[in-house]
């Protein structure tokens, strides 16, 4: 899972708003123009985006992982034609749907380096700045808390699996594999939730806490103009 | 000061805590020692609001723990048993600063804490680090600097020298020397009595929810000795 790796990339150096604006940015072009012109500077933006990061590919499109089953199967489910008897194969319907399958993994893959780039803190503050009061806090707070739960639930489970695995689990039908690993995670998971509120609770977890300064400094403007230009042009073409 | 009265707390049908009355003054160093299930870490949590009694009252400095849970939070901080339970960042110095920021103190005041807790511990070169990448050693120092960072009067460390090797144990043992000598009161819950039992001025031996004996560590020891209780290394009592 892509968590929020400490570094002195230009991309770390962002304030967070111009990260969170640049996301919703690129989202909002990758629906409006899925269009292989469109989705290739997409490409090359996402791209440039994880080199800068100093994120690696492999983890990159890793965050895209839970929602490849579908991405996958949509354009094949939209290729078959159950109009006449027996089905037929028509690729080119299948062209739309996998256009629209890439580009949310592009959505993914900048949504990678945002949390590979940016502290939970920060975002709470910049969502904080975006949505002020009480609503604001409430948001913040809720997306600081499943941020720190998501990461050591998971590395919770996959202990459970390898402790599992160590254990010969895989002598045993799938079915019961399933269930064995379900019920422990999910156990686990529980556990795991109790002791994490526990943590928050001897550490005084407050509704306004001290957040970090956000600077919007010379590196945002550019950022901000460049992914503006980006729109401009792909409006045009 | 750290006061309960009369405290009473069950899980279920089962009594953990049974009537415990005790104080533990400011820059005291007390070691609470029982067999497993003795309700050691239960008494503790209750000193900083982390468990609600079922009757009687815990009281910090003067002021009962369940009128001002802040101020008891804040006054006496807790370090568990796993110090991977207690982190809730990524990094030693965001999860260093979580406690202070969330007292809502200035970032100047948030980052000489942070500084001044890491040099205590002796982990300033591992500010950037993630947490996630610190050996165990590391690991608890972060611990009790995240706990340090908040000021408190008094520090709980339930079983600090748990799975730690022998470098890391005296390393945690110097860190814990270090503050009580400037002060910071510590309750340490241990089977460990070994390695603190020559720094501190009480041991508390809890036996089935009750305080069986408290006293210093040479009547202690005397005491043990006399009584069955499986709780120590013979070498100790010797």
């Known amino acids: 899972m892509i968590q929020y ?23 909002a072009l990758a629906f409006a123009h899925t269009t292989p012109r469109g989705l290739i500077v997409l490409s090359g933006f996402a791209i440039s985006c994880v080199i800068m990061s100093n994120l690696s590919f492999r983890r990159a499109i890793s965050a895209a992982r839970p929602a490849l089953p579908f991405l996958i199967a949509a354009p094949v489910v939209t290729a078959i034609d159950i109009s006449s008897w027996p089905p037929e194969i028509v690729p080119a319907a299948a062209i739309g749907a ?38 604001g806090r409430l948001l913040a707070l809720g997306v600081s808390v499943v941020f720190r739960t998501l990461p050591v639930i998971r590395a919770d489970i996959h202990r459970v699996r390898s402790a599992a695995k160590a254990r ?69 073409i | ?6 405290l009473q707390h069950s899980y279920d049908e089962t009594t953990v805590i049974d009537g415990i009355s005790l104080t533990i003054d400011d820059g005291e160093w007390v070691v609470i020692i029982g067999a497993n299930g003795s309700g050691k870490t239960t008494l503790v949590r209750h000193f900083n609001g982390l468990c609600t ?12 723990v369940s009128a001002n849970l802040l101020a008891a939070r804040t006054a006496v901080g807790m370090v568990f048993q796993t110090p991977r339970d207690q982190f809730v960042a990524a990094t030693v110095e965001a999860d260093v600063a979580f406690g202070p920021e969330n007292l809502g103190l200035s970032h100047a005041d948030i980052e000489t804490r942070v500084s001044d807790a890491l040099a205590t511990v002796g982990l300033s070169e591992c500010r950037h680090a993630r947490t996630s990448e610190l050996s165990g050693g590391e690991r608890a120092r972060v611990a009790i600097a995240g706990v340090l960072a908040m000021r408190p009067d008094h520090i709980v460390l339930d079983e600090p020298f748990a799975g730690l090797d022998l470098s890391a144990r005296a390393s945690i043992q110097d860190r814990l020397r270090t503050l009580a000598a400037n002060g910071t009161g510590l309750i ?37 000795s006399t009584h069955s209780v499986d709780i120590v290394s013979p070498s100790i009592l010797s």
């Open chain 1, 98 to 135: 996998s256009l629209a399958s890439y580009r949310v993994i592009i959505i993914f893959i900048i949504a990678a380096v945002y949390l590979h780039t940016t502290p939970i803190r920060q975002s709470q503050a910049a969502i904080q700045w975006f949505v002020p009061g009480r609503v």
């Open chain 1, 168 to 236: 010969l689990i895989q002598n045993q039908t799938r079915r019961e594999r399933v269930r064995i690993i379900g019920t422990a995670g999910l156990r686990r998971t529980f556990e795991r939730a109790d002791r994490l509120t526990l943590a928050l609770q001897a550490r005084c977890l407050a509704w306004n806490p001290t957040l970090p300064r956000l600077v919007f400094g010379r590196a945002d403007g550019v950022a901000l103009i460049f992914i503006i230009i980006t729109a401009m042009f792909l409006l045009i």
């Open chain 1, 5 to 27: 790796d400490p570094g002195t990339t230009i991309i770390h150096q962002l304030d967070p708003r111009t990260k969170l604006f640049v996301q919703a940015t690129v989202a």
């Open chain 2, 1 to 6: 000061m750290i006061e309960t009265i009369a």
């Open chain 2, 188 to 224: 340490t819950v241990t089977h460990d009595l070994e390695a603190v039992i020559n720094d501190v001025d009480r041991i508390i031996v809890i036996q089935e929810g009750q305080i069986a004996y408290e006293g210093s560590p040479t009547s202690a020891c005397q005491w043990l």
């Open chain 2, 53 to 64: 009694p079922d009757s009687g009252s815990v009281i910090i400095n003067g002021t009962p």
